[in-house]
């Protein structure tokens, strides 16, 4: 048995079923391994079953890129309430809709170990977001968490944004195209009053407009944890322009925000650069 190995990728291999119970197989003995990848097979619920029973006693492995479903991340999820070594999940396009998520979100109220989450490009929609956001309120070790492009819209960001106002572990959240209106990004302004582990926010490709806007603005202007903000294409004037440059007036902690693809014309870019040179030299904004 090779004790030297630490990593294999088996992306885009046409790995099925029967690939994957010999992969299971190996973790059970293995003892060095620590990142598995079989994103692009075809692995399906079974194959996902077999992973999640050698996980359930493989206390190596510490990173896993696969391909499922909602039954693979129900068999992980049940996998992730006796793995307590796995840091980083990547369920990234997956046809995981809200069953699955909401097995998910159960496990990690149990499990304390994992700390990076990608369910980028699923169909998640409000429901399996009310339950991440129990979750999160119960869950202190997660760091990251990437949401990008499901179905989520204000009634699920509403929810995740409850519970990163009281969560104290989350550092980065990713909530791009997700139909963000208004409604949400008050919700989500309200949280970063009281957040104050939040480091990175992205919400690029939402609809949040001026009047979203000014909500994060007046928000930013107590909060002293977050340096990253990403808001491109999110439908952003003048108007908006000058709501980001009171806030950077006031928060000298942000150190790169992210305008491009709005609307704020040469006139918003100018009040946000004499703004930044006076004072926050130390900001870097994308326009």
């Not at 692009?40 to 079953?49: F, L, M, Q, T, Y």
């Amino acid at each position: 048995m090779n004790q030297v190995l630490v990593s294999i990728n088996f992306q885009n291999n046409a790995i099925k079923e029967e690939g994957v119970q010999a992969l299971a197989d190996m973790l059970l003995i293995n003892r060095k391994l620590v990142s598995l990848n079989v994103q692009k097979n075809s692995i399906g619920a079974g194959g996902a079953r077999c992973l999640a029973e050698a996980l359930k006693t493989n206390q190596t492995l510490t990173e896993l890129n696969n391909q499922l479903g909602d039954e693979g991340a129900k068999a992980l999820a049940q996998a992730l309430v006796k793995n307590h070594t796995l840091l980083s999940l990547h369920l990234q396009s997956n046809s995981i809709s809200d069953r699955g998520m909401t097995a998910l979100t159960r496990s990690l109220k149990n499990n304390q170990s994992l700390q990076s989450l990608n369910l980028r490009e699923n169909s998640v929609g409000a429901v399996g977001a009310t339950n991440m956001a129990v979750a999160l309120r119960e869950n202190c070790a997660l760091r990251d968490l990437d949401l990008t492009a499901n179905l989520l819209h204000d009634e699920g960001v509403q929810a995740i944004a409850g519970a990163v106002g009281v969560n104290q572990s989350l550092t980065s959240l990713h909530l791009q195209w997700n139909f963000i209106g208004v409604a949400a990004t008050k919700a989500l302004a309200h949280a970063l009053t009281s957040n104050t582990s939040l480091l990175l926010l992205d919400l690029q490709e939402n609809c949040i407009g001026d009047e979203g806007v000014v909500c994060l603005a007046n928000a930013l202007q107590t909060n002293c944890s977050l340096k990253t903000l990403f808001l491109q294409e999110n439908g952003l004037g003048m108007d908006g322009a000058i709501f980001i440059a009171t806030a950077l007036k006031a928060n000298h902690q942000l150190t790169y925000i992210n305008l491009q693809g709005n609307g704020i014309g040469e006139s918003g870019a100018k009040v946000i650069s004499d703004t930044i040179r006076t004072n926050s030299p130390d900001c870097v904004v994308k326009i």
